[in-house]
Every structure is written in structure tokens, then in C-alpha cells.
């Protein structure tokens, strides 16, 4: 039965067609758009057997509007393969994940930057029965900024409660920009500026999306600012993120009351996916140039 499972879910990448095609790559004569679509639609060919999970309909027309910006299911397997960690979908698990609960509308404001004016990613998380938290990324992808993607090595929040938090599984939609309202205000005054359809993202949600794209993209997120997050510590500090260049991504403690220094500190929002899109949502959009 177990095969029969793995016959209607998986499709075999054969050695030869990998040759051919990264011989292409290597000569440019396919070219970044191809290269991700590829990706997108093939993944995990590092795993053993070269499987890879077949798209559903609307993974497929999310891949086609997002582009780069859609980190799917596949890409995130195959980037975690990388580093040695195999992950395995059960039939339920690709029924829960098949949709993806954004409209065709709204990806294509989203990919046109009218939400925010922003870049947003759309990507996936795998099941929380993984237990990826900042602990267990540590020991994926250690703090050897020979060897990127990686941590900083200033590892002071390895007791904090929050680094033992498991990234929320399934889709998520994140800025990757800060909107620049909402930078130089204390962060009372930053949540207020959220929408009633937005989340503020957990830091383990913005280091898992940094160390993904990296790998998929080969591109480093929140190099000029730090984010703030939903952990707050004690003493009137709260969590952010940043920073990451060559010696790795940065997990800092930012005082609530911004300081000269502190000025390009703001606030990254995610989309509550699990629900569905709010008017509030789509009459802002509307009105957005």
C-alpha cells in the first residue's frame, strides 16, 4: 500500500535529465525565470530515489503569480536536504497543505507590491511534529559564517523561552520589507499601525524564511534593518532580527523606547492564512496606487 501512495504522489527525476539541465545552467542559456520554475515544480533531487511531491492546482497558479517570491513545499524539502534533514508528507498532510488560502487576487496585488507597497513572500513551513525551533535550526545549520546560511555567534537567547517555540506549520505570507511608517516610533505605537488581518512575526518564522531563501534564492533578507518580533524579555526589551551578511543572521535585544541608533528598527507583518481575507483587506488594497 505504501507504494501504491508513493506511485500517485511522487515522480522520479532521472540522473541524465539532471545532467542536461545543469549543464544548461551552467552555460546561461537557461535563465532565472526558467531556473525557478524548474524549482518550483521539481524539488528535492538531492533526496534519496529523486522524488519530489506533485503540485495541486492552486500551488501550481500561486508558483506562476509569486515567481521567486513563492517558496513552496518542494523547495523548502530540498533546501532542508541539504543540510541532512529529510522530511516525509503523509496523504493527510498534502491534503491540509493543498490549498493555498490566499486568492488569485490578492497574490496578484501581493506580487504587483500593492500590499504595503512591499515584498512579500509567500512559503511554506513543514509539520510542527518536525520540532524546528531556533534550537534545533542551531544544530541544522550551526553559527560558522564559513558555512552560510548560519547564525551570528553571539547565541544569548539560546535560554530564552522563545527559542524553544516551534515554527507554526503550513503557508505563511510575510513582508520581507519593512514598510517605513513604521520604523522610529516606540513599539506601542508600531502595533498600532498593524491591520486587523495581520500577525506580527515570530522570530524563529523569520530565521527559518532567512535561511530557506538563502539557500533557494541564493539571496540575503533584512541586511539593512532590524525587525521586531512578537518575543518580548524581561527588563523592557523585545526580540529582533537582522543583520544578515556574511557572519550570519543576528537575533538582538532592542529596548522598546527607540534611540538614535535604533531609528531603521520597524516591523515585519505576516498574513493570517488559516482565515480567509478580510474586506478591511481588500478595500485597502483597492485604494492602494
Given at each position: 500500500?505504501?507504494?501504491?501512495?508513493?506511485?500517485?504522489?511522487?515522480?522520479?527525476?532521472?540522473?541524465?535529465?539532471?545532467?542536461?539541465?545543469?549543464?544548461?545552467?551552467?552555460?546561461?542559456?537557461?535563465?532565472?525565470?526558467?531556473?525557478?520554475?524548474?524549482?518550483?515544480?521539481?524539488?528535492?533531487?538531492?533526496?534519496?530515489?529523486?522524488?519530489?511531491?506533485?503540485?495541486?492546482?492552486?500551488?501550481k497558479k500561486a508558483a506562476q503569480i509569486?515567481?521567486?517570491?513563492?517558496?513552496?513545499?518542494?523547495?523548502?524539502?530540498?533546501?532542508?536536504?541539504?543540510?541532512?534533514?529529510?522530511?516525509?508528507?503523509?496523504?493527510?498532510?498534502?491534503?491540509?497543505?493543498?490549498?493555498?488560502?490566499?486568492?488569485?487576487?490578492?497574490?496578484?496585488?501581493?506580487?504587483?507590491?500593492?500590499?504595503?507597497?512591499?515584498?512579500?513572500?509567500?512559503?511554506?513551513?513543514?509539520?510542527?511534529?518536525?520540532?524546528?525551533?531556533?534550537?534545533?535550526?542551531?544544530?541544522?545549520?550551526?553559527?560558522?559564517?564559513?558555512?552560510?546560511?548560519?547564525?551570528?555567534?553571539?547565541?544569548?537567547?539560546?535560554?530564552?523561552?522563545?527559542?524553544?517555540?516551534?515554527?507554526?506549520?503550513?503557508?505563511?505570507?510575510?513582508?520581507?520589507e519593512i514598510p517605513p511608517e513604521t520604523?522610529?516610533?516606540?513599539?506601542?505605537?508600531?502595533?498600532?499601525?498593524?491591520?486587523?488581518?495581520?500577525?506580527?512575526?515570530?522570530?524563529?518564522?523569520?530565521v527559518f524564511l532567512s535561511f530557506i531563501?538563502?539557500?533557494?534564492?541564493?539571496?540575503?533578507?533584512?541586511?539593512?534593518?532590524?525587525?521586531?518580533?512578537?518575543?518580548?524579555?524581561?527588563?523592557?526589551?523585545?526580540?529582533?532580527?537582522?543583520?544578515?551578511?556574511?557572519?550570519?543572521?543576528?537575533?538582538?535585544?532592542?529596548?522598546?523606547?527607540?534611540?538614535?541608533?535604533?531609528?531603521?528598527?520597524?516591523?515585519?507583518?505576516?498574513?493570517?492564512?488559516?482565515?480567509?481575507?478580510?474586506?478591511?483587506?481588500?478595500?485597502?488594497?483597492?485604494?492602494?496606487?
Amino acid at each position: 500500500m505504501g507504494n501504491d501512495y508513493e506511485d500517485r504522489n511522487f515522480e522520479a527525476i532521472l540522473p541524465s535529465q539532471m545532467k542536461i539541465f545543469w549543464q544548461k545552467v551552467a552555460e546561461g542559456s537557461i535563465n532565472r525565470e526558467l531556473f525557478q520554475a524548474f524549482l518550483n515544480n521539481v524539488s528535492a533531487f538531492t533526496i534519496p530515489r529523486g522524488i519530489y511531491y506533485n503540485f495541486s492546482e492552486s500551488q501550481k497558479k500561486a508558483a506562476q503569480i509569486m515567481g521567486c517570491d513563492f517558496i513552496g513545499i518542494n523547495l523548502v524539502i530540498n533546501a532542508l536536504q541539504w543540510k541532512g534533514i529529510a522530511i516525509r508528507l503523509t496523504e493527510n498532510d498534502l491534503d491540509q497543505y493543498s490549498a493555498i488560502p490566499v486568492s488569485e487576487e490578492i497574490l496578484n496585488k501581493i506580487a504587483q507590491r500593492k500590499w504595503r507597497g512591499k515584498r512579500a513572500i509567500l512559503w511554506w513551513a513543514p509539520p510542527e511534529r518536525y520540532g524546528f525551533n531556533l534550537r534545533k535550526m542551531l544544530e541544522i545549520f550551526g553559527a560558522d559564517n564559513r558555512y552560510q546560511p548560519a547564525f551570528n555567534r553571539d547565541l544569548w537567547w539560546l535560554d530564552e523561552d522563545f527559542a524553544e517555540e516551534v515554527i507554526p506549520e503550513g503557508w505563511h505570507l510575510t513582508l520581507v520589507e519593512i514598510p517605513p511608517e513604521t520604523k522610529s516610533h516606540t513599539l506601542s505605537e508600531q502595533i498600532n499601525l498593524k491591520q486587523e488581518y495581520e500577525n506580527l512575526c515570530k522570530p524563529v518564522e523569520l530565521v527559518f524564511l532567512s535561511f530557506i531563501n538563502l539557500i533557494v534564492n541564493r539571496e540575503y533578507l533584512f541586511t539593512f534593518f532590524y525587525s521586531r518580533t512578537d518575543a518580548e524579555l524581561l527588563s523592557n526589551y523585545t526580540v529582533s532580527i537582522g543583520k544578515f551578511e556574511n557572519d550570519g543572521i543576528s537575533i538582538s535585544k532592542t529596548s522598546s523606547t527607540l534611540s538614535t541608533q535604533d531609528t531603521p528598527i520597524g516591523l515585519l507583518f505576516s498574513r493570517k492564512l488559516e482565515s480567509k481575507i478580510s474586506d478591511a483587506e481588500s478595500d485597502k488594497n483597492e485604494s492602494e496606487p
